[in-house]
């Protein structure tokens, strides 16, 4: 067991899987975490349980939160309609202050377990569009990290990871195809079945498949 812990943030998607896999790497004792929040399928749910198990995971926890009762997301009110054709500005697929919640409960977590990363898949090349994806909120946050806890006030720095930042998609696949990622694990899309077979027409869909294409990488993607 390695003396460096970290809190890796893991939807059951490709880019999380990819970033645990990296952490491990690392030679990092990986706590993941993931959350029922209301999102449309539990399908990523258990990608991430898949996740955590394929990727030795030293613990994995699903914490439940219910961002529903706020709604205005495609991704926790079934009102909204997902998009499956690409748009302009910020979609409606965005969940108001998802990764602030996320990062700031894998924070706590991070004090109590004693590390001092957390890992979280944030991208800003090939991604929808989101402000808390932002290089700028992640900096902004891991200020905030080091100012709002006790073990920042004390002198243990916090570090929120982002190794995927400037990455497109497809050098995130090739990155964890090196790794050993099994991306048939691994559920992406917005609107997934109970199976967690994809829609194939979604922003995330689109993303994922264009990535494994550039990639060179067969797609093990199941489409319903």
Sequence with gaps: ???????????????????AAIARAEQYDCYSLSFDYGQRHRAELQASE?????????EHKIIGLN???????????????????????IP???VPARNTVFLALALGWAEVVGAQDIFIGVNAVDYSGYPDCRPEFINAFEQLANLATKAGVEGQSFHI?????Y?????????????????RLTV?????DAL??????????RLRAAGFAAAGVLDPTEYF
């Design 92 to 94: 409606v697929t965005y």
């Design 161 to 165: 990871r982002t190794p995927l930042q």
């Design 188 to 192: 992406s899309c917005y609107q997934a």
């Design 1 to 19: 067991m390695s003396t460096k812990k970290a809190i890796i943030l893991l939807s059951g998607g490709l880019d999380s899987a990819t970033v």
């Design 196 to 205: 967690g077979r994809a829609c194939g027409k979604c922003d995330s869909c």
């Design 50 to 58: 898949r996740v955590a198990r394929h990727l030795g995971m030293r």
């Design 167 to 183: 990455w497109t998609k497809a050098q995130i696949i090739q990155e964890g195809v090196k790794l050993g990622v099994d991306y």
């Design 67 to 89: 961002l529903g009762s706020i709604g205005g997301s495609a991704l926790t009110d079934e009102r909204i309609a997902v998009p499956e054709t690409p748009s302009q500005g």
